[in-house]
T-cell receptor
Framework: SQKIEQNSEALNIQEGKTATLTCNYT??????LQWYRQDPGRGPVFLLL?????KEKRKERLKVTFDTTLKQSLFHITASQPADSATYLC???????????FGSGTRLQVQP | EAGVAQSPRYKIIEKRQSVAFWCNPI?????LYWYQQILGQGPKLLIQ????????DSQLPKDRFSAERLKGVDSTLKIQPAKLEDSAVYLC????????????FGEGSRLTVL
């Protein structure tokens, strides 16, 4: 069955460094992948979508890569700031339906 | 533009009691979703509506959960009777009709079952 894996351990980095989060998936060939940000007590907020024919997508300090051979997406935040501290979720369209299936998320903590 | 509205934000009940959550999606969004998010996990789809029809309810525990979207606008999710393991945040999301659109989430309704 389809499986999405994100590092469950929190990622702690210093302000100004680049944060890199990983999303791996198995038993699936998605046409696209999305990344969301979730703050405590809030609903997820959409950040970026990358399609299977795109290797890389950028938005301001965010960069996402999508390697369909490795079945992996990397999410980078450059020049990280304490305000970037949150949980980041990757999501893929479910097999046979359009609703998204979410990973468990990785919590990022940026230290000042 | 108003976002996805959900109520109540918090609810505490005892097991075997019933509870209902309400969601009003963004105006014009044809698709509405209910997700369950248990602490430390990602959101898990419960049910997806397209207008007022059900697209996918394969993961909805139908013996205790029910949902409706009668006029293709707002929606209600009900749990009866509640179990301890139903303690979670219930997230409503909506999207315009389309295959790859982003989901717009509400703030969620946090349920605690004692």
């Amino acid at each position: 069955s389809q499986k999405i894996e994100q590092n469950s351990e929190a990622l702690n980095i210093q302000e100004g460094k680049t944060a890199t989060l990983t999303c791996n998936y198995t038993n699936y060939s998605p046409a696209y992948l999305q990344w969301y940000r979730q703050d405590p007590g809030r609903g997820p907020v959409f950040l970026l979508l990358i399609r299977e024919n795109e290797k890389e997508k950028r938005k301001e300090r965010l960069k996402v890569t999508f390697d369909t051979t490795l079945k992996q997406s990397l999410f980078h935040i450059t020049a990280s700031q304490p305000a970037d501290s949150a949980t980041y979720l990757c999501a893929l369209p479910g097999t046979g339906r359009r609703a998204l299936t979410f990973g468990s998320g990785t919590r990022l903590q940026v230290q000042p | 533009e108003a976002g996805v509205a959900q109520s109540p934000r918090y609810k505490i009940i005892e097991k075997r009691q019933s509870v209902a959550f309400w969601c009003n999606p963004i105006s014009g969004h044809a698709t509405l979703y209910w997700y369950q998010q248990i602490l430390g996990q990602g959101p898990k789809l419960l049910i997806q509506f397209q207008n007022n029809g059900v697209v996918d309810d394969s993961q909805l525990p139908k013996d205790r959960f029910s949902a409706e979207r009668l006029k293709g606008v707002d929606s209600t999710l009900k749990i009866q009777p509640a179990k301890l393991e139903d303690s979670a945040v219930y997230l409503c999301a909506s999207s315009p009709q389309g295959d790859t659109g982003e989901l717009f989430f509400g703030e969620g309704s946090r349920l605690t079952v004692l």
